[in-house]
């Protein structure tokens, strides 16, 4: 079901791909309009008493336009203290890449994606805590 999410920039950004059940937690995009959207379940493993998953299992990555997105496969999430850093390692048609959103206290980085050997800065749209 498509769903209605307000940015930063106070543009609206209908998403048709939102897995059930799974919640926003970031929302980049680059300036040639390729967005990055993370989703996870909003509940941690230890609420299920499962301890062979991690509550960062959960996290999935799409990528592309708003037209066609595309599943990458999340290999690594990292969470700093710092406030909330969150570094993603993935793979998408066999290249790694990593993506980095900043804490929200960081007023001057920017999120970044890091592919195929270049390291190019995000727009952040959306962060969790932004609802």
């Known amino acids: 079901m498509p769903q209605n999410i307000a940015l930063t920039n106070g543009k609206v950004l209908t998403l048709r791909e939102i897995p059930e059940g799974y919640k ?4 980049a995009s680059r300036t040639n309009g390729e967005y990055f959207y993370v989703v996870h379940t909003p509940c941690s493993s230890v609420a299920h008493g499962d301890q062979s998953t991690s509550y960062y299992d ?8 708003l037209e066609e997105m595309r599943e990458a496969k999340v290999e690594e999430v990292c969470r700093w203290r710092n406030g909330g850093t969150t570094e993603i390692a993935y793979r998408l048609e066999d290249q790694f890449g990593q993506l980095c959103f900043p804490s929200l206290h960081s007023k001057t980085e920017q ?4 592919f195929q ?7 952040r749209l959306v962060q969790g805590r932004d609802f």
């Open 111 to 114: 999120p970044s994606n890091t």
């Open 117 to 123: 050997g270049r390291t190019l800065k995000l727009i």
């Open 58 to 65: 959960s996290f999935r990555l799409h990528v592309g336009s």
């Open 24 to 27: 926003i937690e970031y929302i």
